[in-house]
């Protein structure tokens, strides 16, 4: 035990080192055989020797998710281009005129809207769109 100051600290045990360095001589407790045993062997946190890993298991299990579903972007600017004011606007739209892809739409800001839309209810809108539609009266 070292003393220094009022902190004491305990010396790391070094293994290997001899049979006087406390634990060292013969196997060192590693075991005998096996790849455990020998020099580099660093398994990943997650290996359970060989057998199938529970984070590998995950997805058979009852009521697992396995990823969400997508969802298609579109911009002030986008609908802007494509749309009149007053026209309604659902995902069915946006899809006729090739603007998304997937059914979960979701609207972000990117300037200013001058035209009032009417959105259908399937549209979701981030914080700053859902203002300025807001500020020009536009429906959701």
Known sequence: ??????IITKRKKIIGRGYGSGKGGHTVSRG?????SRT???PSPFFEGGQNPV???MPYIRGFKRKKK??????????EKHFNDG???DVGTLKAKKLVKFDRVKVLN??????KFIFGDEIKFSGSAFKEIEKIKGKK
């Open 1 to 6: 035990m070292l003393i220094r100051g009022k």
């Open 32 to 36: 005998t055989k096996g790849q455990g």
């Open 40 to 42: 580099g062997y660093n």
């Open 55 to 57: 984070i590998k298991s």
């Open 70 to 79: 997508p969802i298609s972007i579109v911009k002030f600017s986008d609908l």
């Open 87 to 89: 026209d309604k606007i």
């Open 110 to 115: 990117n300037g200013k809207i001058s035209k």
